[in-house]
């Protein structure tokens, strides 16, 4: 299974961006697909997943302003990010869960900044 993510740069706050990562291999027992990020001198975050049957799970800093889905026919996951603040600045990571196993996108970087 690899990932493949795009679409992270430079963006304003209040500004928006979106996110897609485009999964190959054998894409079989996926229970879920979705972003972590990680900023600077912290660790590794949930940001928002889509779970097997299509529910969703946002983190609450990021409720009401990020939107994932999942096209399940491109085997594509993506993050639409409106109302991005400083805080939000990390390197965004993709990932899948098959049968219990964690895999992950090479990474990609989101900077809020004036």
């Known amino acids: 299974v690899q990932l493949q993510a795009s679409g992270g740069g430079l963006v304003q706050p209040g500004g928006s961006l979106r996110l897609s990562c485009a999964a190959s291999?054998?894409?079989?027992?996926?229970?879920?697909m979705g972003w972590y990020r990680q900023a600077p001198g912290k660790q590794r975050e949930l940001v928002a997943v889509?779970?097997?049957?299509?529910?969703?799970n946002y983190a609450d800093s990021v409720k009401g302003r990020f939107t994932v889905s999942r096209d399940s026919a491109k085997n594509t996951v993506y993050l639409q990010m409106n109302n991005l603040k400083p805080e939000d600045t990390a390197v965004y990571y993709c990932n899948l869960d098959q049968y219990g196993h964690p895999y992950w996108g090479q990474g990609t970087l989101v900077t809020v900044s004036s």
């Open positions: 291999g054998a894409l079989i027992g996926i229970s879920h």
């Open positions: 889509v779970i097997s049957g299509g529910r969703t």
